[in-house]
């Protein structure tokens, strides 16, 4: 059971931090980071939730070092809120360089569990992950919504 939560969690998450790093920043001026994941790791396992670790290789395409403050998000399936997280770290990526952090994801167990046996059934699902990311002056709100299958 541990082992297929976990398999099922990493699915997930990747599904989510793809799709959610596709925008195209303004073509010539600023680019989006270049981000893929490197691995997830489940940390802690209760009754109500699921923590696990993301790590993220984020590179910055830009000719100006990115100042990163932090990120928070929530992620929902189904319309039904999973998963949230918060980073609150200061961190800077360099000019063309790339970075690899390490992003808490908390997964609420009963409310993804109520939602797989639809996702199964159906084989399609919609999410919306939304959030922020906390730069020094201002934090700039992210939401995508889509729908993964059929």
């Keep these: 059971m541990k082992r297929q ?3 099922f969690i990493i699915l997930i ?5 793809l799709s959610a790093c596709t925008s195209t920043g303004l073509k010539g001026v600023v680019e989006s980071p ?6 997830v790791r489940l940390d802690k396992l209760t009754f109500t939730t699921a923590e696990a670790i993301l790590s993220l290789n984020i590179k910055n395409p830009n000719a100006f070092m990115v ?3 932090g990120l928070d998000y929530s992620l929902s399936l189904n319309s039904v809120s999973v998963a949230q997280g918060k980073l609150e770290k200061n961190l800077s990526i360099e000019s063309h360089q790339s970075r690899m952090i390490e992003i808490p994801v908390s997964f609420k167990l ?10 199964v059934r159906s084989r399609d699902f919609t999410y919306q992950l939304k959030g922020n990311t906390h730069f020094p002056f201002i934090n700039i709100p992210f939401s995508r919504i889509g729908r993964v299958g059929q």
């Design 5 to 7: 939560i976990q398999q």
């Design 13 to 17: 998450t990747l599904s989510f931090v």
């Design 34 to 39: 270049e981000v893929k994941v490197k691995g």
């Design 67 to 69: 100042p990163l403050r």
């Design 110 to 119: 009963l409310e993804l569990i109520q939602t797989v046996p639809s996702i």
